[in-house]
């Protein structure tokens, strides 16, 4: 055998073991004393919850009170030491153990309560001067303490509960009533309290994870099981749907009482893919997974760590990281949507370490160490938007439809998604012809994070040079010229026109840049092969 052979192949399995990983250095970087919000009664309820909730003006908070349940709403903006009178929401009569933003309103918030009722909530635009007592709606149906509440990924004001009863229930709240008393759907398929739920990208799946150890796979609007896992080596108490990779991602504990996490074949939940031992910790692991970078968090209770892996959708599925250590221990971690956070800085992630020793919340950001002050376009793809894809009743009667898509970019704006339907009708010219207008026309989740972004790119400028001259669109991620008026002033004519050139004039740059790379790439293999040659 030539020493070219045995080269190759060291190369080969040297290659098959290393990673690599735009994401392999990123680090968490704690914000200092001022910009942290110190003196804020954390409750000290043992619920295993996050306690916190977060959007890019509000951070919330369940409190300690002395009577009844109270959570605190502070401006996001507003850190350094509270108030010990600072007001609060103060409506339920047993203690508060969930809150959830409306992910289409920064100023609704729901709560959930041991007073088995579920609240609605509305945050004054004037900062808030007074307790607020008064909910805007209340939810009566749960005959025990409710632990969970959920909002729906797409659809607009519909929220899931699940309660000590056993039962989830499905609540419309776009209706003038300020009193429910009747959910829309009951889902009975449990027979111990959920733990966990999580919805998948469009909304028309629901997985949850139960006291009974076993995890389901259910649609909600059916109420029917479509999967079940009871695997025996896992005890699963948090379940969340990894974006569109048709996964799923669990932490529990294993056999032997090891803080474990395992991955699951959403189509198959008879056997896990992968299994993972973590440490002999007892506190819950709560999972948190950023479906554009495909990071998956994993931040447990009562420790000061947060490991972060990269998930892969062939084998080996995960990829360690690193981990983010810290002396303070966390009884819950708020996150920050991601049109929340400082593109200009890096920053792909942040959480809201809840730090009840110190009375303390301190932000944590995770940032990809970049040199250049520049937007960072390949860590910052299309994410969602905060518009509802649906309208309740449109998801009640059956439709599914992805999330509505924005850039990060400043000044960018909203890409509509298609409809998802089981089966896809056959392809036509008109259909085509939407595909290909991808930025300034509809776009669907799964259509944006499969492609390679450079290629997708390509194939809008070459079907705008393809397009006639009368029927040419701007194919900019911030200008739709169906969903825009026509410029009606020399003045917005001209900002229209800058904007395409330099929408156009970033796409030359980029294709330029990966020419080059190919060059160098094709030098770099001539040279090895004249390297192996010699040899």
């Known amino acids: 055998m030539s020493w070219s052979v045995v080269f190759l192949q060291l190369q080969m399995s040297w290659n098959l073991q290393y990673h690599t990983s735009k994401f392999r250095h990123v680090y968490g970087r704690p914000a200092s004393k001022e910009k942290c919000y110190d003196c804020v009664p954390i409750t000290h309820n043992v619920h295993d919850n996050q306690f916190c909730a977060v959007n890019p003006h509000f951070i919330a908070v369940v409190t300690e009170c002395a009577c009844g349940g109270a959570f605190v709403v502070i401006p996001i903006h507003q850190t350094g030491k509270l108030d010990p009178h600072y007001p609060r929401i103060w409506g339920h009569r047993g203690n508060v153990l969930d809150i959830k933003w409306n992910p289409f309103n920064d100023f609704v918030i729901a709560s959930c309560s041991e007073d088995a009722t579920v609240k609605i ?24 303490r409710v632990g969970l509440i959920e909002w729906h990924p797409t659809a607009n004001n519909i929220l899931f509960s699940s309660g000590y009863d056993y039962k989830i229930m499905i609540w419309n709240l776009d209706t003038t009533k300020t009193v429910i008393s009747n959910p829309v759907k009951i889902l009975s398929a449990h027979r111990d309290v959920v733990l966990s739920m999580s919805f998948n990208t469009d909304g028309s799946l629901l997985a949850t ?39 799923l991602i669990s932490t529990g504990t294993s056999r032997w009482n090891n803080r474990q996490i395992a991955l699951w074949d959403q189509d198959d939940l008879s056997v896990p893919l992968l299994e993972e031992d973590l440490d002999g910790s007892s506190g819950i692991l709560f999972p948190f997974y950023d479906s554009d970078t495909h990071m998956l968090y994993v931040v447990g209770k009562g420790d000061g760590n947060i490991r972060y892996y990269e998930i892969n959708p062939e084998k080996p599925y995960l ?38 020793t110190k009375s303390l919340i301190e932000p944590i950001s995770m940032i990809v160490p970049r040199r250049s002050e520049s937007y960072q376009e390949d860590i910052y793809p299309l994410t969602t938007a905060a518009q509802p894809a649906l309208t309740a009743q449109e998801w009640l009667n059956g439709v599914n439809k992805g999330p509505l898509l924005v850039s990060l970019r400043p000044g960018s704006g909203v890409v509509n998604s298609l409809p998802q339907f089981p089966e896809p009708e056959p392809p036509s010219k008109t259909a085509d012809l939407s595909q290909h207008q991808g930025w300034g026309g509809r776009m669907t989740l799964e259509d944006v994070q499969e492609p390679n972004e450079i290629e997708h790119r390509r194939k809008l400028l070459r079907v705008e040079e393809k397009l006639p001259k009368n029927e040419q669109m701007c194919l900019s991620s911030s200008f739709d010229i169906f969903e825009c008026p026509p410029p009606k002033t020399e003045n917005e004519l001209l900002q229209m026109f800058y904007r395409q050139q330099e929408e156009i004039r970033r796409l030359r740059e980029l294709v330029n840049q990966r020419d080059v790379q190919i060059k160098q790439m094709k030098l770099e293999s001539g040279n090895f092969s004249m390297d192996t040659d010699s040899y």
């Open 319 to 356: 990829y360690y990281l690193m981990e983010y250590r810290s002396h303070l221990p966390q009884k819950g971690m708020g996150m920050m949507p991601k049109r929340g956070l400082e593109v200009s800085a890096c920053e792909i992630f942040r959480f809201y370490k809840l730090i009840p």
């Open 121 to 144: 909530w509305e945050i004054p635009k004037p900062l808030l001067t007074k307790t607020i007592t008064s909910p805007k709606k209340e939810l009566l149906g749960h005959v025990r």
């Open 209 to 247: 994870a139960c006291r009974d150890r076993k995890i389901r796979l259910i649609d909600p609007r059916a109420g029917t099981v479509l999967q079940e896992a009871s695997y025996s080596s896992h005890k699963a108490n948090k379940v969340l749907f990894l974006g569109n990779m048709k996964k």
